[in-house]
């Protein structure tokens, strides 16, 4: 289990296809908590099965446990995979570019 602070928390308008999953980096790691319950699990078995394919790049998920204000989050953690000058970017991010909406605008 990983401490983390609102210092180390990556906001990016929390962009994750429902908008709501809290993200930090520290040292190095990526670490994603859980909002359904599930997301961590979801990233792990992806990229464990990937890990099997001739697929690249990819990255490799481990599971852990985010302590953050008093509440412990199942998650998963990833070293850093950007380079130097690289950003994030969700599949949020690319669906609003292609077609100037959000998922959310769409129902």
């Known amino acids: 289990m990983i401490t983390m602070t609102q ?3 990556i906001n990016m308008n929390r962009n994750s296809s ?3 999953q809290l993200k930090w980096f520290d040292a190095g790691n990526w670490y994603k908590a859980d909002y359904l319950g599930y997301e961590g699990l ?3 078995l992806i990229s464990h099965l990937l890990e099997k394919s001739t697929v690249i790049p990819r990255v490799s998920y481990e599971l852990d ?3 953050y204000q008093d509440t412990i989050y199942k998650g ?3 070293t850093d ?3 130097e000058g690289q950003e994030v970017l969700t599949l949020e991010k690319l669906f609003r570019l ?3 909406i959000d998922f959310g605008n769409m129902l």
């Open 7 to 9: 210092s180390k928390q």
């Open 18 to 20: 429902k908008g709501n």
């Open 42 to 44: 979801a990233e792990y």
């Open 65 to 67: 446990e985010i302590s």
């Open 76 to 78: 998963c953690r990833c």
């Open 81 to 83: 995979f950007l380079q």
């Open 98 to 100: 292609e077609w100037g």
